[in-house]
């Protein structure tokens, strides 16, 4: 079966009940037709052949190569990671979908309300919410949004727990969000992990972590059976992304987007989360080809800013390596936003392309 996800109401609905008639074949003991859900207005959709026990066929992002995967989730890691989620809240509650359900966060939105017997609720920030408990996914961009919108706001202070994901969010985004009275948890996970296994830097369920050379390993009857076509994962995922184990987890930044300059490798978050702590903006950092330098570190920030301030910041706190080469605002590259996927992420992959033909 294919869907067209986003974020409309009759698609949420569609697929609710697709989900329910789902995960009613899984709990008589048998295997439920997989659906695979696409973007909306998707042509020439491939044919698939998921292995057995598939539920739901999601492609990643792809964030660095602009094609993603096809994984493969059962309901058997839909529903621990259902469980996990609501034993970390504090129990079940209504879901607000706001995200495209043919992502892994907002599909998850609509898949723990079929669990629970609900519908989902369709939701954009500012509407007013339903009675009872509820919980609520965002992205950062959502969120900052939100933040600059008195009447969202208010609504979101009325949220139970907001989940925040989907990429780094600085220090100081959330902050704000919870010096204006939003409940805000950090999320860590990804399509293979059906989401967010990472609450605020603590696994959650049975959920198990390990950094092997840098890199985070997540263990876990959350994870997916694998990509269509490819080997299974048995419950183990070796993800993309760097990190460090302390009391809790840090995430330094996707490997893949790892710059390297002069001979030193940097991790963009890092850089971007200093500037947004020390001055309020968020940006970009990206590598441009250079035939000096191997890549060229660029800043792109929301507005101008002071850049001797800021490479003397960025020296001070994570080293020179860390003194971005050029720092370009949005508007000087001729744009009032940073661009986005349809996930509601920052493409980085079409900043960087900006940049090389600017």
């Known amino acids: 079966m294919i869907l067209e996800g986003g974020t409309d109401p009759d698609s949420i609905e569609r697929l609710a009940h697709a989900a329910a008639h789902s995960l009613s074949t899984h709990r008589s003991g048998e295997n439920p037709e997989p659906i695979l859900l696409v973007e909306p207005g998707a042509e020439n959709v491939e044919d698939v052949n998921p292995r057995p026990g598939t539920a739901f066929i999601l492609r990643t992002s792809g964030s660095t190569t602009g094609t993603g995967k096809l994984v493969e989730l059962p309901w058997e890691s839909i529903i621990a990671s259902a469980e996990a989620t609501n034993r970390s809240l504090g129990g079940p509650g209504r879901w607000l979908a706001s995200l495209p359900v043919h992502h892994v966060a ?37 969120l900052r949004r939100a933040l600059r919108d008195r009447t969202a706001t208010e609504q979101l202070r009325k949220v139970d727990a907001i989940l925040v994901g989907g990429q780094a969010t600085p220090g100081s985004l959330l902050d704000e969000g919870k010096a204006a009275g939003l409940n805000l948890v950090t999320t860590y996970g990804m399509t293979e992990t059906c989401g967010g296994c990472v609450y605020d830097g603590l696994p959650i369920g049975n959920t198990g972590l390990a950094i092997e050379d840098g890199r985070i390993i997540i263990e876990s009857p959350v994870v997916a059976l694998g990509y269509v076509g490819g080997p299974a994962f048995n419950g183990r995922f070796v993800t993309n992304d760097a990190g460090r184990i302390t009391d809790r987890l840090t995430i330094l930044g996707r490997i893949d987007d790892a710059i390297t300059t002069g001979g030193m490798t940097i991790m963009p978050t890092l850089l971007e989360d200093l500037v947004a702590s020390l001055f309020g903006q968020a ?13 060229k570190l660029v800043l792109v920030t929301e507005a101008s800013m002071n850049t001797k301030e800021l490479r003397s910041a960025a020296k001070e706190k994570l080293g020179v390596e860390y003194a971005p080469k050029d720092v370009i605002s949005l508007a000087e590259l001729g744009l009032d936003a940073f661009p986005l996927k349809d996930s509601g992420k920052i493409d980085r992959r079409t900043l960087a392309q900006i940049l090389q033909k600017g």
């Open 283 to 295: 940006s970009i950092a990206s590598g441009i080809p250079d035939p000096e330098w191997g890549e």
């Open 106 to 142: 907002g599909l998850q939105t609509v898949l723990r309300s079929v669990i629970e017997g609900q519908s989902p609720h369709p939701y954009q920030l500012g509407d007013p919410l339903p009675e009872g408990r509820t919980y609520l996914s965002l992205v950062p961009t959502q």
